[in-house]
């Protein structure tokens, strides 16, 4: 059984930094695309950054320059680093996993950003 275990939210003001962590289980991690999303009061879902089982990153316009996301296959683990960050980066971050048949949720961890 596939399961995402997301960590690493909290409370932090504008300009600070967090690092989320998302430990995946249940599968091989090496061959799987990695990815958080995030989803604000009232908004869609929008995708943040993704990393391909290459270890390729893409990253919405948004959060370019700021967010890094990485990868450890030997602990499988995602990780995004959250560098000078803003109110409206307040939202639930989601870990997510790529497979062939289907894309796999963590159950969100909360990040708000204080003005």
């Known amino acids: 059984q596939v399961q995402l275990v997301e960590s690493g939210g909290g409370l932090v003001q504008a300009g600070g930094s967090l690092t989320l962590f998302c430990a995946l289980s249940?599968?091989?991690?090496?061959?799987?695309?990695m990815g958080w999303s995030r989803q604000a009061p009232g908004k869609q879902r929008d995708n943040v950054a993704t990393?391909?089982?290459?270890?390729?990153?893409n990253y919405a316009d948004s959060v370019k320059g700021r967010f890094t996301i990485s990868r450890d296959n030997a602990q499988n683990t995602v990780y995004l680093q959250m560098n000078s960050l803003k109110p409206e980066d307040t939202a639930v971050y989601y870990c997510?996993?790529?497979?062939?048949?289907?894309?796999?949720w963590g159950q969100g961890t909360p990040v708000t950003v204080s003005s």
């Open positions: 997510r996993a790529h497979t062939i048949l289907r894309v796999y």
């Open positions: 249940g599968r091989n991690f090496n061959g799987v695309d």
């Open positions: 990393i391909t089982s290459g270890g390729s990153t």
